[in-house]
């Protein structure tokens, strides 16, 4: 794996999973690596630049931590006579904490509606991207991402909260 291409990898697993508990069970290598083996998978995908790379590699860090989030929340489910607790929930803000599953549902639904908006979220969230390198990644304005990440921020919120 080229250093460059890990560093950036690395830094997005940091991003996301910072927002999580500390002693959350999935660490960053694991993460990285698990992304990079499904981006080395993909074929015909031809990246322009940084944000398209880290759009991709965010999309698919999102699969997979909702991936784990879902066997973690069977794993719990099978474990709760025993008494275990694992988390799969994430820290949007200072103060929400949000399961991941609902999110991921939450999320679909919106990219149901519209699909720019779900991948603004995407970007955003799951990639750490800033609104200017969002923007450049899916090739609009910085003022129509600022508009739908907002939107879709408070879309989300409503739709989670009647869930």
């Known amino acids: 794996m080229a250093p ?14 910072s927002s999580q508990r500390a002693n959350h069970t999935l660490q960053p290598t694991a993460l990285v690596h698990e ?16 944000a398209q790379f880290v759009g991709i590699a965010a999309s698919m860090m999102r699969r997979i931590l909702i991936n784990y989030a879902r066997d973690r929340k069977a794993a719990r ?14 820290a949007i803000g200072s103060t929400t904490v949000v ?12 990219g149901e509606l519209d699909p720019q908006q779900e991948k603004i979220v995407e970007l955003r969230f799951f990639g750490g991207l800033t609104v200017e390198e969002t923007a450049d990644a899916l090739a609009i304005g910085t003022a129509t991402v600022k508009r739908n990440w907002a939107t879709a921020r408070l879309w989300l919120v409503d739709k989670m909260k009647r869930s």
Do not use: P
């Open 35 to 50: 992304a990079y083996l499904r981006l080395t998978r993909q074929h015909s995908v031809d990246f322009r630049n940084r």
């Open 77 to 90: 489910r099978d474990a709760a006579s025993a008494g275990l607790q694992i988390e799969s929930t994430v």
């Open 4 to 17: 460059a291409v890990y560093a950036e990898l690395r830094r997005l697993a940091k991003h996301y999973l």
């Open 99 to 110: 399961d991941l599953v609902d999110l991921n549902r939450a999320l679909e639904s919106l």
